[in-house]
């Protein structure tokens, strides 16, 4: 039976960009991807580059690294994965102060510009001007999420790589090395596994005994058809409390849902609307549509009214997240052929130089970057004999 160099579980765009530098490196790749038609993070997401948000020396220079990869990336993938840089409008809610929220991002590498109302509403006519006290700017990026993926995946398979539709059940592990994955359908062997699973991931790693900080939220959002409807910009809040909740001390306990309303307009003119997110402790946890979108849409409309009736359709999936670093990547600590490349914060900046770093480490190249981030992944076996 063919084994590979490296299995990459997770078609979304941290499997995709990892597969891609993987099989540009000379590796034989294997993707594997549970759904034919993607219900995951990446298919769901706004698809911003947040640039902009470096707060050390290592992530500034991530997101360096990764608006030029980004800048680049339809010419070396030769495709067209809708690059364009735009406004990021912060919207400052009416009952907050404005100097405040603004001192709050000042460890941002990008300062952001303070707006007033009429300043705000010239820059994005859709805001409502009664529910703003004022707004931040910031040069932000974007992409389209589901074709920046499948933009990767058609390069890795340019470089041989191979890509087949089949969900992992879990790792197959012998006396803690990690062979390969066992799909429902057969086995599959590597040298190297590394789960690119996102709000799975961890679910999938306990199947074989690991235990890893990597958590996820259950999301909520809106997907419509094209619409005549333009909206300049992106408009997410200045206060989010997604991240509020993503620190938690136990991020795996159940907790209320939180709703951040924002919305991003992609070039066929197609909107995502969003957000609602709740930590939960059960991959599958359901939310209820009803519900959901009438939230969603009741808090959009209060920002950009014109928004709040168009037609469109709900969906819900799980995003991944940690609450110790950037991203959980590197070789899982006391198992052996195993890997993580997952939990991320602004994943679509973040992925695509720290695949191409990851590919080059496992190479057999020191990299500084991936040294430090391997210190996050740490895990410990639960009681399932292995």
């Given at each position: 039976m063919k084994s590979y160099d490296w299995i990459v579980i997770g078609g979304g765009i941290t499997g995709s960009s990892l597969g891609y530098e993987l099989a540009k490196k000379g590796y034989s790749v294997l993707l594997l991807e549970k759904d034919a038609i993607p219900d995951n993070a990446t298919y769901y997401s706004y698809g911003g580059l947040a640039y902009w948000s470096g707060?050390?020396?290592?992530?500034?220079?991530?997101?360096?690294?990764?608006?030029?990869?980004?800048?680049?990336?339809?010419?070396?993938?030769?495709?067209?994965t809708e690059f364009r840089e735009l406004d990021l409008v912060l919207t400052i809610a009416a009952d907050n102060d404005p100097q405040t929220v603004l001192d709050s991002y000042a460890q941002?590498?990008?300062?952001?510009?303070?707006?007033?109302?009429?300043?705000?509403?010239?820059?994005?006519?859709?805001?409502?001007?009664?529910?703003?006290?004022?707004?931040?700017?910031?040069?932000?990026?974007?992409?389209?999420?589901?074709?920046?993926?499948q933009s990767y995946q058609q390069a890795m398979v340019r470089a041989g790589g191979e890509i087949k539709i089949a969900k992992v059940l879990e790792p197959i592990v012998?006396?803690?090395?990690?062979?390969?994955?066992?799909?429902?359908?057969?086995?599959?062997?590597?040298?190297n596994t590394v789960v690119c699973a996102g709000g799975l991931?961890?679910?999938?790693?306990?199947?074989?005994?690991?235990?890893?900080?990597?958590?996820?939220?259950?999301?909520?959002?809106?997907?419509?058809?094209?619409?005549?409807?333009?909206?300049?910009?992106?408009?997410?809040?200045?206060?989010?409390?997604?991240f509020d909740i993503e620190a938690q001390t136990n991020p795996s306990s159940d907790c209320p849902s939180i709703l951040d309303s924002g919305a991003i307009q992609f070039r066929d003119r197609s909107f995502c609307i969003g957000?609602?997110?709740?930590?939960?402790?059960?991959?599958?946890?359901?939310?209820?549509?009803?519900?959901g979108e009438a939230r969603i849409r009741k808090g959009i409309g209060i920002i950009i009214p014109s928004l709040q009736?168009?037609?469109?359709?709900?969906?819900?999936?799980?995003?991944?997240?940690?609450?110790?670093?950037?991203?959980?990547?590197?070789a899982?600590?006391?198992?052996?052929?195993?890997?993580?490349?997952s939990g991320f914060t602004s994943t679509f900046v973040f992925a695509p130089p720290l695949a191409r770093r990851f590919a080059n480490w496992v190479a057999g190249e020191e990299d500084e970057i991936i040294s430090?981030?391997?210190?996050?992944?740490?895990?410990?076996?639960?009681?399932?004999p292995i």
């Open positions: 707060t050390t020396p290592l992530t500034r220079q991530l997101c360096q690294e990764g608006i030029e990869i980004h800048r680049q990336l339809s010419a070396e993938l030769e495709a067209d941002f590498a990008i300062t952001p510009t303070l707006l007033n109302v009429k300043e705000a509403c010239e820059l994005e006519p859709l805001l409502n001007p009664n529910a703003i006290a004022s707004v931040l700017r910031l040069p932000h990026g974007h992409v389209h999420p589901q074709k920046t993926a012998l006396d803690r090395h990690v062979k390969g994955v066992k799909t429902a359908e057969q086995n599959y062997y590597a040298a991931s961890r679910f999938l790693l306990k199947t074989a005994g690991i235990s890893v900080p990597n958590y996820f939220t259950l999301a909520q959002l809106i997907m419509t058809p094209p619409t005549d409807i333009e909206l300049r910009t992106l408009v997410m809040p200045a206060v989010q409390k997604r957000q609602i997110s709740q930590v939960t402790s059960s991959p599958e946890a359901k939310a209820d549509a009803v519900t009736n168009i037609p469109g359709t709900w969906h819900s999936c799980l995003v991944a997240f940690n609450n110790n670093s950037i991203a959980l990547v590197g899982i600590e006391n198992f052996k052929g195993i890997y993580l490349f430090q981030l391997q210190q996050f992944v740490i895990s410990s076996s639960t009681d399932r």
